[in-house]
């Protein structure tokens, strides 16, 4: 994955860092174990997610993630969030227990599809606009079984120190806004994102295997911005200016 922004040479995994790479690693896989069989118990009750956001937490914790909440997300929102890592996904799980939305691609991969459906991933067409009705049954069961839906609207990863254009058309599936769901942006200000961030040529594996050989913790700040109001829910190219707008500024505080 790519970004407009230069990357940092990725530093190269020492030995004791492979060490600290498996020990989370099989920490991770063990979390999971245990976490896929209460939330099969969950659905077949019917029961709101609850073990995706625990194992999510338990994967950024696992980590080395320390997160500092500024704000508060408003139950029944879509956010709107800058993108730096993959482990904004466990970041937002665990500070608003937020279900997310996916590209149809990532549908292809059968285990991947899995762990996303898990969590009440909406999966979005990226060249064809799916049943509108079905579309937002989708966002309102996401919505209701854990309070928040999260959309990156950049469509890729940036390097944490600046803003990359969002892209409205992913907000196509949002336009109209279905009732009763408001937008709010969310900053996520890593204290050292150039060391976290994925872009330039770095495989995705690459990366993921360097951010869990870390000994040093990782720092986040996620400011939960004012949600949008007005004219600024018009339309998707509103929603996605008036969000780049809230979060570029405070990215200036």
């Not at 879509?78 to 799980?93: K, Y």
């Not at 690459?206 to 400011?223: E, G, Q, T, W």
Request: one cysteine or more; proline letters at 6%; a neutral charge.
């Amino acid at each position: 994955m790519t970004a407009d922004a230069a990357a940092l040479e990725p530093p190269r995994i020492g030995l004791a860092g492979w060490g600290m790479l498996a020990f989370r690693l099989t920490l991770i896989i063990g979390l999971l174990i245990v976490c896929v069989p209460f939330h099969l118990l969950w659905r077949l009750f019917r029961l709101p997610r609850f073990w995706p956001r625990i194992f999510l937490s338990g994967v950024g914790a696992l980590s080395g993630l320390h997160i500092k909440r500024i704000g508060r997300a408003t139950r029944g929102s879509l956010l709107i969030s800058n993108h730096v890592s993959w482990l904004d996904i466990p970041a937002l799980a665990e500070a608003s227990g937020s279900a997310f939305v996916a590209h149809d691609g990532l549908s292809e991969f059968s285990l991947l599809k899995w762990l996303c459906e898990m969590n009440d991933t909406v999966f979005v067409a990226r060249n064809r606009r799916t049943n509108v009705a079905e579309q937002a049954d989708n966002i309102r069961t996401a919505i209701d079984n854990g309070g928040t839906l999260t959309l990156f609207p950049e469509g890729t990863t940036s390097d944490g120190t600046g803003l990359l254009p969002f892209k409205s058309a992913l907000l196509s599936a949002f336009e109209p806004l279905p009732e009763g769901v408001s937008v709010q942006p969310v900053l996520l200000a890593y204290h050292d994102a150039p060391h976290i961030s994925w872009v330039g040529d770095e495989p995705g594996l690459d990366n993921f295997k360097r951010v869990l050989a870390r000994y040093r913790p990782i720092k986040l700040d996620i400011h939960f911005l004012e949600p949008l109001s007005g004219e600024a829910l018009t339309d998707r190219k509103s929603m996605a200016a008036a969000s780049h707008a809230s979060i570029q500024r405070a990215m200036t505080l």
